[in-house]
């Protein structure tokens, strides 16, 4: 009995989990990424709905910037931001869950905390030209996932990666 809780104990502390998906609209197929790989963005917005907000209420240690922090430096460090560009990307928050430390640290895969987005590109008109949804999620376990900060990092990663895949063709598997 005592190994079994020793490996559960283990495994707890150990198990990382993120995952995610883009989903475009249903009228164009099975599309995985973006075919014109012209898009650089020279602003990126980050704004949330009021469901969002009013989830957002009960996080009181989130912290919006963080995820624009975390977005716009990871797309220009993947050439994806030029301030000669014409584009805008605004990525809309419509809902997130974000786990209490208890749920995070004893059932790690349980429910892992989630970001839904809806992400469009817009042009110097401010005409949508591209529209997809992006939803992130990121289940750790253990001692780090009792600080909110390290696990909105990660989850924050996870949707800037999908992000970029979009615009850059890339597929990796999750680096973290």
């Known amino acids: 009995m005592r190994k079994i809780l020793v490996i559960w104990i283990i495994?707890?502390?150990?198990?990382?989990?993120?995952?995610?998906?883009?989903?475009?609209?249903?009228?164009?197929?099975?599309?995985?990424?973006?075919?014109?790989?012209?898009?650089?963005?020279?602003?990126?917005?980050?704004?949330y709905n009021s469901k969002a907000k009013r989830k957002l209420r009960k996080?009181?240690?989130?912290?919006?910037?963080?995820?624009?922090?975390?977005?716009s430096g990871y797309l220009n460090k993947e050439g994806l931001i030029s301030a000669n560009s014409a584009y805008t990307l605004e990525?809309?928050?419509?809902?997130?869950?974000l786990r209490s430390k208890v749920e995070a640290f004893l059932l790690p895969i349980s429910n892992p905390d989630k970001i839904k987005t809806i992400v469009?590109?817009?042009?110097?008109?401010?005409?949508?030209?591209?529209?997809?949804?992006?939803?992130?999620?990121?289940?750790?376990?253990?001692?780090?996932?009792?600080?909110?900060?390290?696990?909105?990092?990660?989850?924050?990663?996870?949707?800037?990666?999908?992000?970029?895949d979009v615009f850059t063709g890339k597929k990796r598997e999750a680096d973290f």
């Not at 990525?91 to 869950?97: A, E, K, L, R």
């Not at 030209?129 to 990121?138: G, K, M």
Request: net charge positive; glycine share 6%.
């Open 11 to 47: 495994s707890v502390f150990l198990l990382t989990a993120c995952g995610g998906h883009v989903r475009f609209s249903n009228d164009e197929g099975q599309r995985k990424a973006i075919i014109a790989k012209h898009y650089k963005f020279k602003t990126v917005k980050i704004t």
């Open 91 to 97: 990525v809309h928050v419509t809902d997130i869950f």
């Open 120 to 164: 469009m590109v817009k042009d110097s008109s401010g005409k949508t030209i591209e529209t997809f949804r992006v939803e992130s999620s990121y289940a750790l376990g253990g001692a780090t996932s009792l600080v909110l900060r390290v696990r909105t990092s990660y989850l924050f990663k996870n949707l800037s990666q999908l992000l970029s």
């Open 59 to 71: 996080y009181p240690g989130y912290k919006s910037h963080r995820l624009m922090k975390k977005l």
